[in-house]
């Protein structure tokens, strides 16, 4: 025995409601299948429920006159038998499959919409960093919009020393909108195509290549008498000067004849040693710094790197390098010495394999054959790749190096 | 201003438009005597005479046809298909004749007549009284198809169409005639045909959609609204041609979009939705437009499980869109 609960049934096409006119049976009253139980009145027609089951009417739930929508409870009835508890074990369990569908993984994390992609790019935004509210992990458009509007909430200081990993992101738009912010009376100077191929440079090789660092002392006393005696006539029959750095290159470019491990630069998954020699050296005007490169050093006379050494420095000074002018190297060589310094670490020019920095030279006592002696000396600098080159090999070369340099006279070194 | 159901919205702007004008008549099958099988035109006959509230054979094609003819001299004819399903014998007569008369006879004939027919299902009237066949004229220029979804836009809208210089299909739904009521302004209120309407401002997802269906999302959107989800309803109203415009607004607010009709899924002016977001929405999408439509089944089924099954209603709706704004 169960108590169904009958409700208001359609009772047309359109309507929704009816209203109870009369009843046609009492509380109690035992009823069989299809016996009219009331009249209704809706605005379409009038009509009359029949019972849907036999039983005993228990409740009333609606008064005559009283308008029911349809859908709702009208009477109670109790019947024998199963009732529509089925029907709601049905719908319960449909609920339960609906529910099990909306338990997702972590699979969509990594899933950007096109609105999302267009935020984050447009804002600046690293979307790794982001953590998302939709489904499975997901960054929403509103996850973006909150973080976009609590961040233009910040204080603009605070934006500008936000690291935000600014240095990986390629769009430059907002390093520019950092860099603007200059003071009253600030100059800017255009960054040009070949100080630019400068910095990239820089940069790439400090952050890649693991730098290594030796230093040699040489004693250049026999170089220096040697080119003091001849440096007067060279100005005179050539017109430029006969530089210390040209002796150097030279003795640099021998040396890595015989050691060709440091001729080399590095490319991914190979290390590729060069047949040519073509040394990159430094040379500054008032502003930059440029790196051009003095091609075959090995082929050439002291005299020939001097002249291409003077050319190169003359295009530095007026700013007509080309980036042809700044290629090709194998091998830099750095004179520091000229700024008067005695020390210095250079950084390597990416993808070559080291960068040999001659200092100043400088008259200092030394003990030869336990007795004090004054000699012209210099330091030699070298920082290497470690991926390229280990110590031995490196410390063999700068003693190549240093025994050239201290063994140059006429009749090693010939000028022409 | 008096609470009214939509179809005495309905009753009413015919009643106001005939007094208003008299060359606007109304004509079609029991319209008259009967005042109409769902009461439509209801007191019209008493009212205004049987020279004006014409009962016509049952023959749909003769009630377009007339009503083309009288339109094009300038009368402002309102005929009524009793129900859409019955629409299709007066196909060759709106597409061909109505639809195309001031394009073909360059600006020199014009055909202001207004169709009314009540269309969709959910009560019971299985495959020959339950059909939605907007889509069928959908992609006819030179028609505009409107389908109201509350009663003070059914009366503003069809007043609107019955003083439009061009043919006007007007598709009532038949479950909202009684079901829908609210309070419609006594004065002589014009709704825009063309234009759009945000029924509700939300910020989590967008919901397009026309007819009946709006009231459906309304009520999901009022239960969602509890648990934090907060929906943009859009209805179209006018649904050819479409308000692009507000289409893109709508889609690009939250870029989560649900569109809902009560027709079938394959070919529904959904698409023609779903194609305006693509085209012009792009980069604003946060999710897959996801639609709601009914079965691709040739007809509404009378049994009542399966009757259920094939329309839209609030729970499904609301499923539909808590799953978009937890996506």
Redesign the interface.
Known sequence: MTVEKIVMPQLGESVIEGTISTWLVEIGDKVEKYQPIAEVMTDKVNTEIPAYHTGEITAFHAEEGETVAVGEAIYSIEVDGKGTKEQQNVEANSKQEDQKETIDSQSMKTRYSPAVMRLAQEHQINLSEVNGSGRGGRITRKDIEKLISEESQKPKDELLTTPASENKSTNTEQKKKAFTQSLPGDREIPVTGIRKAVATNMVRATTEIPHAWMMIEVDVTNLVNYRNAEKDHFKNNEGYNLSYFAFFLNAVAKALKKFPQLNSSWAGNKIIQHKEINLSIAVGNEQELFVPVLRNVDEKSIKGIAKEVHILANKARNGNLTQEDMSGGTFTVNNTGTFGSVQSMGVINYPQAAILQVESIVKRPVIINDMFAARDMVNLCLSLDHRILDGVICGKFMSHVKEILENISGDTTPIY | MAVLSY?QAITKALAEEMKRDEKVFVLGEDVGVRGGV??ATNGLYEQFGEERVIDTPLAESAIAGVGIGAAMYGMRPVAEMQFADFILPAVNQIISEAAKMRYRSNNDWTCPITIRA?YGGG???ALY?SQSIEAVFANQPGLKIVMPATPRDAKGLLKSAIRDPDPVLFFEH??A???LKEEVPETDELIPIGEADVKREG??ITVITYGLCVHFALEAANNLAEEGIDAHILDLRTIYPLDQDAIIKAASK???VLLITEDNKEGSILGEVAAIISEHC??????PIQRIAGPDVPAMPYAPPLEKEFMVNKDKIE?AMR?LA??
């Not at chain 2, 792009?282 to 999710?287: I, M």
């Open positions: 179809i769902f009461r009540p009560v019971h009237g009284h038949k479950r005639y009684r079901m910020s989590d939250t870029g989560k792009l980069f604003d999408l946060d999710a499923q799953s937890e996506f």
